[in-house]
């Protein structure tokens, strides 16, 4: 598996094993947090074309940090948000977000080197919308079928959930 890192490498994660699955989300949340963090001072795009956040999902048991884990902030919504998003400060690059309780990260697709990237498998949280494309399936909400997987990952790694790091709150003057 590939080695993965923010844009001036100062931050690296290693990853292995298989991914949980690999979506575009629509939902208001990423949205919104995307619009913050596009707006950091030398932060690249976060949504596509189609106003998703592109994510891969991972058990949290296989993904490392093995550089730069001192770089790392948080961002949320609001004080009390049950997710985190979290960046590479140094270049403002985001590398994952965790939702509390979570065993596994979505790791903004961005990381991985466009060749190397896991083909969308779905889009979620994509309301009304009828102006995606039928490439993948189209989830209003999130199915029963993305929770079987994320359940089927939390029991191989025997209902664990390691806790992942960050070094601090990324303050933003747009919260």
């Excluded at 994660?13 to 949980?20: D, M, N, Q």
């Excluded at 940090?65 to 979290?86: C, E, N, S």
């Excluded at 903004?108 to 498998?121: G, H, I, K, N, Q």
């Excluded at 989830?139 to 990952?153: D, K």
Aim: glycine content about 8%.
């Amino acid at each position: 598996m590939p080695s993965l890192g923010c844009r001036c490498g100062d931050v690296r994660l290693k990853v292995e094993g298989p991914h949980i699955a690999s979506v575009e989300c629509l939902c208001s949340s990423c949205q919104k947090a995307a619009q913050v963090l596009e707006a950091l001072p030398g932060a690249g795009p976060i949504l596509d074309g189609k106003g998703a956040t592109p994510f891969v999902l991972l058990r949290k048991d296989r993904v490392a940090i093995v550089a730069g884990q001192d770089r790392l902030k948080a961002h949320r919504l609001t004080d009390d948000a049950d997710t985190r998003r979290v960046i590479a400060a140094c270049c403002n690059t985001p590398v994952f977000l965790e939702m509390k309780g979570g065993h596994w990260l979505s790791l903004y697709a961005a990381l991985w080197p466009e060749t190397d990237r896991p083909a969308v498998e779905l889009r979620t949280m994509t309301g009304a919308r009828d102006d995606l494309p039928d490439d993948v399936p189209n989830l209003r909400t999130h199915s029963l079928g993305f929770y079987g997987r994320l359940f089927v990952a939390w029991v191989r790694m025997g209902f664990r959930n390691p806790r992942f790091p960050d070094n601090g709150a990324l303050h933003v003057e747009d919260r």
